[in-house]
């Protein structure tokens, strides 16, 4: 990684996949930063059904972090983002606000870890889509990924595997782009 470039990594996948998990210890391990999962804080606080309103602000909350995280030398780790967020629209409210495919389009992520629905899921209140719509999302996901040929890697396995599988998918990225 150049000294001056921050090196950016999506974390991405259906629910229950273990991202909020490997973006810390990602982070840990390369001494970076998580941009944290905002929509889960958000909802958490909600006393009522969430809105298209709500999952719009979502969203802009989700761009403007993207847009305002400038830490050069640095690895910044999004704990999801725009994709899972635009996919949500599709999925609830079967329409998507125009804005986030052109800043989807916009974005520039050096790695994508898409996260295989390979954990139990874990009902918390929050999340609402186990079984096989996990794998459906991560259908979709993929698809999204492969419309804006960003480089990606899918990431599987428990606990210090997944981190290890991660880790070497991050390290095969650097080494590859040094070459």
């Keep these: 990684m150049k000294v ?5 990594v999506l974390i991405t996948g259906p629910e229950s996949t273990g991202k909020s998990e490997l973006s810390q210890a990602l982070a840990q391990h390369y001494k970076g930063v998580v941009i944290p999962e905002y929509a889960r804080e958000y909802v958490e606080k909600l006393r009522r059904s969430c809105t298209y309103e709500d999952v719009e602000h979502i969203a802009r909350w989700q761009q403007h972090s993207y847009i305002h995280t400038q830490r050069p030398g640095t690895y910044v780790f999004f704990d999801t983002w725009l ?16 804005w986030i495919d052109e800043q989807i389009n916009q974005a520039d992520f050096d790695l994508v870890l898409l ?65």
């Design 4 to 8: 001056s470039s921050m090196f950016r």
């Design 83 to 98: 994709i899972i967020t635009r996919v949500w629209f599709e999925v609830v409210f079967k329409k998507v606000p125009a």
């Design 115 to 179: 996260c295989k629905p390979d954990l139990p899921w874990v009902s918390d209140g929050i999340r609402e889509n186990g079984g096989e719509m996990r794998n459906i999302l991560l259908e979709r996901y993929q698809q999204l990924i492969h419309k804006r040929a960003w480089k990606y890697a899918t990431i599987s396995g428990e606990g210090e595997k997944r981190l290890n599988n991660a880790i070497q998918m991050i390290d095969k990225h650097l080494n590859h782009d040094k070459t």
